[in-house]
């Protein structure tokens, strides 16, 4: 029995939730004296790996597979974990990860738990604690049967470096024909994405309107991070649907989240309750927000967010 | 063209989340349910297929009798039927397969539901429909077009999106952008009255068991007070924000 861990990849490049997902996995396996095997797709430098612990790779080289296809990846993640008798699968929560983790809950017959944000507390029966209510709640889950599907939440999980001696393997998978195929890829190549960005800069109708996210891009850019908004901001159309976060939007879990000009309905703050540190800059020093942050500036965002770039790119040309 | 949409009767997005019983149980007392807002998304594109192309559309629930509120609401903004399944859903897995095993029988076309609950968050119920069902699958959808038995969708990526081509029978993970927020339709008085005469058809569960159980729950810890910074000392803000919080 080894843990099997997917470690997912862009362009061949490991993605950071592959290392922090890998660390996950030799926790867990050290917990249970067993071993990491990972399954990644087209890796460049599959061998990255053994930093994070990992005993063995299972590399899938196939041309085929260059685009995430959530039944053909399925299909190769199950095959794996049947090679490697795994009674454990850890995959990551990105939005192609949670689209095959379904598939591969039924193929593999495992009980499967979402958004766990911690190591298992117990493994008879295997019990993890997980976010539940949109991060209002937290829910001890205990799995019943003999294989589990763990999807980590993300941020949940700091990189490990231990180094293996890891084996590489040309794993090859027989895929089956199916009929959903992705026809195009739409994706901002130069911005950082709310879902990888260590730091999230958000705003709301408090900013008056789409003419003035300029300087919110250009905060945005000098910490590099992504830019975010409220749910009123995209349903009038100022911003993409893409940039909404919150209860019916994205959840963001990054280490800082800066709030302008957003109020902090109980939705919103629900969806990026999970950040580690929360700024907010409103007018209102009675938006609910100032409740729920941990650093806050009362102030007009049109004076406050232009003074803190300039200060900011001090601070970024001295450090 | 048959299209049955699942319908989660989960806690009103306002609503404070409490539990019991040695917080075990979740505390629906004071609790206003609504339609799982995804699936909500879902149904009101289910509508249009319906309008446009003459779709059928059923929608179907896992939970007792206290559901049916739930139900009669997504009658009201149009549904032609609706279907309970007489049990008490606690694992998504489960009601994954109680919904299977019916569309199967029933030979649905399409069949959308929420891409999550926003009550467990567990996020599976769709995808596992459709690998139970061996059905074409597409999560966090946010546009369908179906002509004859082809499918042109579009699925939310991290930073972008991607266009697909699918084809019936097909499952999709409903969300937000499948049809606007200003979409949505509230029932009028007319679509009420029509509701209470259509069909509730409560069947009783099949036998599958609980992969996950919950065992207990916790509420996050209080947060601590928030640390004012005066909007003419930025230098301080970043100062905390470098030395303390150690996040830039």
């Not at chain 1, 299909?75 to 689209?99: G, L, T």
């Not at chain 1, 895929?175 to 958000?202: L, M, P």
Request: charged residues 20%; aromatic residues 6%; negative net charge.
């Amino acid at each position: 029995m080894a843990i099997l861990v997917y470690t997912e990849s862009e362009q061949g490049k490991f993605k950071k939730i592959a290392f922090e997902l890998a660390s996950y996995a030799r926790a867990i396996a050290d917990e249970n004296n067993t071993t990491v095997t990972a399954v990644c797709f087209n890796a460049e430098s599959p061998m990255e790996l053994q930093n994070y612990g990992v005993n063995k790779v299972l590399n899938i080289s196939n041309q085929d597979l260059k685009s995430f296809n959530a039944m053909s990846y399925s299909q190769c993640v199950f095959e794996a974990a049947e090679n490697e008798k795994s009674n454990i699968i850890v995959i990551s929560s990105s939005a192609d990860s949670k689209y095959l983790a379904p598939l591969l809950a039924v193929k593999h017959n495992a009980g499967y738990i979402s958004n766990a944000c911690e190591l298992p507390t117990s493994y008879s029966p295997l019990t993890v604690k997980r976010t539940a209510f949109t991060n209002k709640a937290f829910e001890i889950t205990k799995v019943n049967t003999e294989n589990a599907l763990i999807s980590l939440a993300k941020n949940s999980y700091s990189i490990n470096e231990v180094k293996t001696d890891a084996s590489l393997v040309d794993f090859s998978v027989n895929v089956s024909q199916n009929d959903t195929k992705v026809k195009s890829i739409d994706k901002a190549t130069d911005k950082v994405t709310i879902a990888d960005a260590d730091t999230v800069v958000s705003a709301g109708r408090g900013l008056k309107g789409p003419e003035n996210w300029g300087m919110i891009e250009e905060l945005a850019e000098v910490l590099g991070a992504a830019t975010a908004c409220s749910k009123p901001v995209s349903d009038l159309g100022w911003r993409p649907h893409g940039e909404h976060v919150g209860q019916t939007g994205k959840p963001v879990a990054s280490n800082l989240y800066i709030a302008i000009g957003i109020s902090g309905a109980i939705q919103h703050l629900a969806g990026i309750n999970s950040s580690k540190v929360k700024v907010v800059i409103n007018t209102d020093p009675e938006a609910p927000f100032f409740k729920a942050a941990d650093y806050g500036v009362v102030g007009d965002a049109f004076e406050v967010v232009p003074e803190l770039i300039n200060k900011l790119k001090t601070f970024k040309a001295q450090n | 063209m048959k299209i049955i949409v699942c319908i989660s009767h989960v806690p009103d997005t306002t609503s404070k989340i409490n539990f019991s019983d040695g917080d075990t149980k979740f505390e629906r007392n004071g609790v206003q349910f609504v339609i799982n807002p995804n699936d909500e998304f879902g149904l009101t594109r289910a509508m249009w297929f319906k309008e446009k192309q003459g779709a059928t559309v059923d929608v179907i629930n896992v939970g007792l009798s206290d559901t049916e509120s739930t139900l009669r609401k997504a009658l009201a903004i149009g549904a032609d039927k609706a279907i309970r399944i007489d049990m008490s859903p606690e694992n998504g897995f489960n009601v994954a397969k109680q919904l299977a095993n019916y569309i199967k029988k029933e030979n649905y076309d399409l069949v959308i539901a929420g891409r999550e609950s926003i009550d467990y968050n567990g996020g599976m119920v769709p995808g596992m429909i459709a690998g139970l069902n061996n059905a074409n699958f597409i999560n966090n959808c946010i546009s369908l077009e179906i002509d004859g038995t082809n499918v042109t969708a579009s699925r939310e990526i991290d930073g972008g999106k991607e266009t697909i081509e699918s084809c019936i029978p097909l499952v999709i993970g409903a969300q937000k952008g499948l049809v606007e927020e200003s979409d949505l339709r509230i029932p009028n008085m007319r679509g009420i009255m029509m509701a209470r005469k259509k069909q509730l058809e409560v069947i009783p569960a099949i036998d599958a068991s609980n992969q996950t159980n919950s065992i207990e729950f916790e509420k996050p810890k209080p947060k601590g007070e928030v640390t004012l910074v005066s909007s003419d000392n930025l230098d301080e803000l970043i100062n905390l924000l470098h030395n303390e919080a150690k996040v830039i």
